[in-house]
């Protein structure tokens, strides 16, 4: 916990560890979930050093061909999904609501993604920003948000939940996973940030802001109960994940991804 998270006058939340899942694509999943639920949440890594897995669909890394090659054998690994859903993702606070379950759908823009059909997999590429998981086990709906500062200052978890609410989820039922992004630690950033995140400014003007604090704040203020974060952090776990900072913006995207398996 950072001064900066204390600052934000929150409890901390549950912390909920992502564990690697075996196989040839580099994945972190919440077992628990897909145990207790059969709801399926996860993050693709950054796998082997000499082969990326980069996902990024508007990167400059790696020629398309390469990046759909990874999206496919993605998809392979997770057959008991035959439609993913992803948009191009502008830091807004937009969250679409998805009915149909098949095929690879690229959208234009949007930072949320919602559905209650099974086999349909919500997609958000990360690189330090912070994917957002809801989930509603007993409606059976679940809500994937891209929070970076923008979003989170935007609104978009209040838009996710209200989203859900919309469509027959009770707010007592829902739980919330601020998943892998970066930390407090390493996310130094200016005074617009901690005023678009309703945080203090620190009297340098700058400071380290931890946005996922700022999250399980918005969370508990929407009356959510049942949030947890992730021990991970893009940047300093970098080994494992891509990150946007710690590369000075040259790595590649990881895709969040949260779907009904059944
Ligand atoms: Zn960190």
Do not use: W
């Given at each position: 916990m950072t001064e900066q998270a204390l600052a934000v006058g929150v409890a901390p939340a549950t912390v909920r560890r992502e564990t690697a899942v075996a196989g040839s694509v580099p994945k972190f999943e919440i077992s628990e979930w897909r145990e207790r639920f059969g709801v399926v949440a996860g993050i693709t890594g950054r796998g082997g050093e000499s082969a990326p897995f980069d996902l990024g669909l508007a990167g400059a890394n790696t020629s398309v061909g390469q990046v759909m090659g990874r999206w496919r054998r993605f998809r392979e690994s997770v057959p008991e999904f035959p439609g993913?859903?992803?948009?191009?993702?502008?830091?807004?606070?937009?969250?679409l609501w998805h009915d149909v379950a098949a095929g690879l759908t690229?959208?234009?823009?949007?930072?949320?993604?919602?559905?209650?059909?099974?086999?349909?997999?919500?997609?958000?590429?990360?690189a330090d920003c912070v994917p957002v998981y809801l989930i509603d086990p007993i409606r059976r709906a679940v809500a994937l948000l891209h929070a970076g500062w923008r979003g989170t200052a935007g609104g978009i978890l209040a838009r996710g939940v209200e989203l859900l609410l919309a469509r027959g989820s009770v707010v007592d039922n829902l739980l919330i996973h601020c998943g892998i992004g970066?930390?407090?630690?390493?996310?130094?950033?200016?005074?617009?940030?901690?005023?678009?995140?309703?945080?203090a400014v620190p009297p340098a003007g700058r400071g380290w802001l931890d946005v996922r604090s700022v999250l399980v704040r918005q969370a508990r203020e929407l009356g959510v109960e049942n949030v947890s974060t992730s021990p991970f952090c893009s940047m300093h776990d970098q080994p494992l994940f891509f990150s946007h900072r710690a590369s000075g913006g040259a790595d590649g995207r990881m895709v969040a991804y949260l779907g009904l398996s059944k």
């Open positions: 993913v859903v992803v948009s191009q993702q502008v830091h807004g606070t937009a969250v690229i959208l234009d823009a949007a930072d949320g993604h919602a559905t209650s059909t099974p086999g349909l997999l919500l997609g958000v590429t990360a970066i930390c407090g630690s390493c996310y130094e950033v200016g005074s617009e940030v901690f005023i678009g995140c309703g945080v």
